[in-house]
Nanobody, 123 residues
């Protein structure tokens, strides 16, 4: 089992920045690819970003490319999502997730999930 705990959400004005963190415990963190997903009210959970176990490969949704950066520190069992130039449409609950092997964009393929952290961007 892997336990994931997100933090760093909050209320920010459009154009601002936030950094989300997700700390993992349980099994060896470096064995897992990690992803960030988000879910707005009334919408399906959607892919935001993902990173390979080594951090050498990263993937982004088109809607956040160039504004968000995913990274990880395996020594700290932590994955980050740096979010810049935030827009009101980025408002959602953000979840981190873990899966074995390669990262994917499909939330169904992730085995472990955190409880989520709310991000609200005001216009």
């Amino acid at each position: 089992q892997v336990q994931l705990v997100e933090s760093g959400g909050g209320l920010v004005q459009a154009g601002g920045s936030l950094r989300l963190s997700c700390v993992a415990s349980g099994r060896t963190f470096s064995n897992y690819a990690m992803g960030w997903f988000r879910q707005a009210p009334g919408k399906e959970r959607e892919f935001v970003a993902a990173i390979s176990w080594s951090g050498g490969s990263t993937y982004y949704a088109d809607s956040v490319k160039g504004r968000f950066t995913i990274s990880r520190d395996n020594a700290k069992n932590t994955v980050y999502l740096q979010m810049n130039v935030l827009k009101p449409e980025d408002t959602a609950v953000y979840y981190c997730a873990a899966r074995n092997y390669i990262p994917t964009m499909n939330p169904v393929e992730y085995n472990y999930w955190g409880q989520g952290t709310q991000v609200t961007v005001s216009s």
